[in-house]
Structures are given as C-alpha cells and as structure tokens.
C-alpha cells in the first residue's frame, strides 16, 4: 500500500504566500516524478510544477518565476513554494507521484497516485 499525503493550503490575499507539501509513504521500492497539479470546477487537472528524482525541476509558464517546487528524496516529500498569488491560482491541488512497486505477483511495476487535494484561495 502506498500513501500520498499532503499538507498545506488555505486562504491567502493576492500577493501573499503559501507552502504546499506532499509526501509519500509505504511499500515504494523506487519513486519517480513527483508534481503538482491544479483543478477548478468545469476544467480539466492542469499541470502546476514536477520535479525529477534527479532535481530537474518543470513549470507551466503561468507559475514561471513566482512558485518553487523542491524535493528530499530520503523523506520521500515535495514542496510547492507559492510567492506573488494571484486569485488566478485559486483551485484544489493535487499532489501527483509516479513509482515503481511490487506487485503481489512478485514483479515490478510502474504506478501513479494522488493525493486526496487541498483547497488553495486567493482573495482579498
């Protein structure tokens, strides 16, 4: 079993800061990517901010310049740094890992699991 937890989120004026992190417990034998995703009602879960096990590090150009996704792979975490809101970025996020586990079969394979979202509000 595989958990994916994460913390974080809530109301914050525009301009203001927000620290998001999410982290990832359980039976992973290697973990992969791990990112951030955002959703608001009637569209589809957009890409926010991935990072490698490696450390390379990719945004949508929205988020350019003001968020900061970072990683500890020996706690198995991400965090999302959030600086200059924007009620643009108002939405549920949702934390994206995809790993290799065992299988009850004895082999390995790839999965991916979400977090269960955390609401982010940006409003004066």
């Known amino acids: 079993q595989v958990q994916v937890v994460e913390s974080g989120g809530g109301l914050v004026p525009p301009g203001g800061s927000l620290r998001l992190s999410c982290a990832a417990s359980?039976?992973?034998?290697?973990?992969?990517?791990m990112g951030w995703y955002r959703q608001t009602p009637g569209k589809q879960r957009e890409l926010v901010a991935s990072i490698t096990s490696g450390g390379s590090a990719n945004y949508a150009d929205s988020v350019k310049g003001r968020f900061t996704i970072s990683r500890d792979n020996a706690k198995n975490t991400i965090v999302l740094q959030m600086n200059s809101l924007e009620p643009e970025d108002t939405a549920v996020y949702y934390c994206k890992v995809k790993l290799v586990a065992r299988t009850p079969f004895g082999n390995y394979r790839d999965y991916d699991y979400w977090g269960q979202g955390t609401q982010v509000t940006v409003s004066s």
């Open positions: 359980g039976s992973i034998f290697r973990l992969n990517d």
